[in-house]
């Protein structure tokens, strides 16, 4: 829900961070969903583990997410 979310960054999804392609726990307590390396979209929640999964276009996604959470 937009309510719990406190923002989205533009991130990037990488083997040494998530192990493989997937639905993956990285090793920073991230959970992901990633169908390449490379772009992703990384949202932070106000509760939990943030999400990050892959893009092609994580600037407009984030962008459109952090306006619907600013107001």
């Known amino acids: 829900m937009l309510q719990e979310i406190v923002s989205c960054?533009?991130?990037?999804?990488?083997?040494g961070r998530y192990g493989?392609?997937?639905?993956?726990?990285?090793?920073?307590?991230?959970?992901?969903?990633?169908t390449s390396f490379g772009n992703a979209?990384?949202?932070i929640p106000?509760?939990?583990?943030?999400?990050?999964f892959s893009s092609k276009n994580p600037e407009k996604i984030c962008k459109i997410i952090n306006a619907k959470t600013k107001s």
């Open 20 to 34: 493989g392609i997937g639905v993956r726990y990285g090793f920073d307590g991230s959970t992901a969903y990633t």
């Open 46 to 52: 106000k509760e939990g583990r943030p999400f990050v």
């Open 41 to 43: 979209v990384e949202i």
């Open 9 to 15: 960054q533009i991130t990037k999804a990488s083997f």
